[in-house]
C-alpha cells in the first residue's frame, strides 16, 4: 500500500468536509473492496476517511411500507435483522448470501452500490426493489442510480447514507455464484411492488440491467412459463473464464423462472 | 505514526503504527502473536480470522488504526492460561480437524463465531460448510473439520 493519511469523523458534516479538502481523499467503510485495492496499488489515497464512527450511518429501521439501511450496516446485520426478514425476506436472504461470514461482518450496503461491481448483490436488490438512494445531497432512484461498471450518479464527495426500500408484496433473488468467491455469475432479483412487477439482474453485464420484457409477461401471468424463451442477447454481456456470455444470457433465464417459481 | 490502544485477549496493548498498517501485521510484528497466518493476504484464505468485539473478520482486510479501541481475540486468547485446550480446539485434535495446520488458528476462530452465531441452534453439516465459506484448507479435504466443529459445538454447549 502507498501511504495515506488516516481520519475517523464522527459526524456526517465532517466526513464530507475532510473528503472536499483533500484531492484523493477515499471514504472507507466496511474496506472489503478498498483496502484490497489499496494494497495491490490499483488505487491511492491521500486521505482514508473512515465512516465507522458516524453513529447516524449506521442501523435499520422499519416504518410503515418503507425499510430504511443506513450505508454502513454490515451485509450480517441485514441478513439477520427480524425486521427485515419479515418485510422483505428476499432482502435478508440475498445479504446472506454475499461472500462468506467474515466479508458479510465489514462490507457494508453503502459500500457495495457506491462500489457498484457488476458482480455485486446489492444493486440487484436496489434496483429490482426499486429503492431510493439517499446521499449527504440529494436522494436518487434506484434507475438513475447505476450508470454503468463501476460508475454511480454519486459526484466526488457525495456519500451514501441510508437506502430505503419500499417493502413488496413478495420478491425473491436468485444467484448462480461464482464457487470461489460467491460473487454473482448471474444473480436475479423479481419483485411485485406497487410501481409493477421489476426483474434486475446483475453479475452478467456491465453494470446492473432490468429486463422489460419479463416485467410485461409476469404482469400478464405471474408464473415461470411466462418468461420462457424470452432472451438478452449475450452480445451485451460480460464473458470471462467462468462464464462466457452465451453462458450468462441463458443463467437469466433460469435464475429469473426460479425466482419467480419460489414466489409463486 | 499514530499510537493505537487494542484490547487484545483481554490485556490492553499499545502499538505505533502507521495508517496502512493491517491488523495482522500489528498483531504478528509489533505484539508477537504469530498464531494468527497470513495465508493468502488477498482476503480469500481466513487464516488471519480474528474476532473483532466478538464477531470474525480477516484481518489481512482490516487496518489497525480501524481496531483502536476495541476488542480483538486472537488464537491464542482461546485455551485457558494453564494451556488446556479450548473445548473446540480439542476436538480439531480427536477428529483430525488438522494435517499441516496452517489454516487451523482461522478455522478455530470461525467455528467458535458460528457456535456463537447460531447459538440455542443445531450446527448442522450444510450449516457448518456453509458458514466456512471464507476459510479455505488445502490438506484435510474439510470433512475433518466439519467433524471436528460439530463436535465442538456440541461439546461447548453441553451436548456431547
Ligand atoms: C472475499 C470476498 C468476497 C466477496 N463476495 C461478495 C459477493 O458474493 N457479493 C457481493 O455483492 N459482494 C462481495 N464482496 C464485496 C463486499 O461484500 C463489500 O460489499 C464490498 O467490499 C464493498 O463494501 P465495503 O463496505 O467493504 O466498502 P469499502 O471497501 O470500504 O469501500 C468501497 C468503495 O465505496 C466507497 N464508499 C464506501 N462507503 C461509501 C458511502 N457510504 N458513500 C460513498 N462511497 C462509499 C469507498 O470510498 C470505496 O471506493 C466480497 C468481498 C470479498 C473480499
Ligand atoms: S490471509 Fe487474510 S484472508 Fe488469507
Ligand atoms: S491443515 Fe493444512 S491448510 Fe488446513
Do not use: W
Amino acid at each position: 500500500m502507498y501511504t495515506f493519511d488516516y481520519q475517523r469523523p464522527a459526524t456526517l458534516a465532517d466526513a464530507v468536509k475532510l473528503h472536499g479538502a483533500s484531492d484523493e481523499a477515499s471514504f472507507l467503510a466496511g474496506g472489503q473492496t478498498l483496502i484490497p485495492t489499496l494494497k495491490q496499488r490499483l488505487r491511492h489515497a491521500s486521505v482514508v476517511i473512515d465512516l465507522g464512527a458516524i453513529a447516524d450511518l449506521k442501523g435499520i429501521s422499519v416504518s410503515g411500507n418503507t425499510v430504511t439501511v443506513g450505508a454502513t450496516t454490515c451485509h450480517a446485520d441485514v441478513a439477520a435483522s427480524a425486521d427485515i426478514k419479515r418485510a422483505i425476506p428476499a432482502l435478508a436472504a440475498l445479504a446472506s448470501g454475499i461472500g462468506d461470514p467474515q466479508v458479510r461482518n465489514c462490507g457494508t450496503i453503502g459500500g457495495s452500490i457506491a462500489n457498484n461491481d457488476p458482480a455485486a448483490d446489492y444493486p440487484a436488490a436496489v434496483v429490482g426493489l426499486g429503492a431510493t438512494v439517499h446521499t449527504s445531497k440529494r436522494t436518487i432512484t434506484a434507475d438513475d442510480f447505476f450508470t454503468g461498471m463501476f460508475e454511480t450518479a454519486l459526484e466526488p464527495g457525495e456519500l451514501v447514507t441510508k437506502v430505503s426500500f419500499p417493502v413488496p408484496r413478495r420478491a425473491a433473488y436468485m444467484k448462480f455464484p461464482n464457487p470461489a468467491s460467491r460473487y454473482a455469475i448471474v444473480g436475479v432479483m423479481v419483485a411485485d411492488t406497487s410501481m409493477g412487477i421489476r426483474v434486475a439482474v446483475t453479475g452478467a453485464g456491465p453494470c446492473v440491467f432490468r429486463i422489460p420484457g419479463m416485467e410485461q409477461a409476469l404482469t400478464k401471468s405471474f408464473v415461470p412459463s411466462a418468461i420462457k424463451g424470452i432472451a438478452v442477447p449475450p452480445g451485451d454481456l460480460n464473458g470471462d473464464i467462468h462464464a462466457t456470455p452465451e453462458y450468462r444470457a441463458h443463467l437469466i433465464g433460469v435464475m429469473a423462472e426460479r425466482a419467480v417459481a419460489m414466489i409463486g | 505514526m499514530v499510537k493505537i490502544v487494542l484490547k487484545v485477549n483481554g490485556a490492553e496493548r499499545t502499538a505505533e503504527v502507521e495508517p496502512r498498517t493491517l491488523l495482522v501485521e500489528v498483531l504478528r510484528e509489533k505484539l508477537g502473536l504469530t498464531g494468527t497466518h497470513v495465508g493468502c493476504d488477498t482476503s480469500q484464505c481466513g487464516a488471519c480470522t480474528v474476532h473483532l468485539d466478538g464477531r470474525s473478520i480477516k484481518a489481512c482486510t482490516f487496518l489497525a488504526v480501524q481496531a483502536d479501541g476495541r476488542n480483538v481475540t486472537t488464537i491464542e486468547g482461546v485455551a485457558k492460561p494453564d494451556g488446556t485446550l479450548h473445548p473446540m480446539q480439542a476436538a480439531f485434535r480427536e477428529h483430525h480437524g488438522l494435517q499441516c495446520g496452517f489454516c487451523t488458528p482461522g478455522m478455530v476462530m470461525s467455528a467458535l463465531a458460528m457456535v456463537e452465531r447460531h447459538k440455542g441452534k443445531p450446527l448442522d453439516e450444510t450449516t457448518i460448510r456453509h458458514e466456512l465459506e471464507g476459510n479455505l484448507c488445502r490438506c484435510t479435504g474439510y470433512h475433518g473439520i466439519v467433524k471436528a466443529i460439530a463436535a465442538g459445538a456440541a461439546a461447548m454447549t453441553g451436548g456431547g
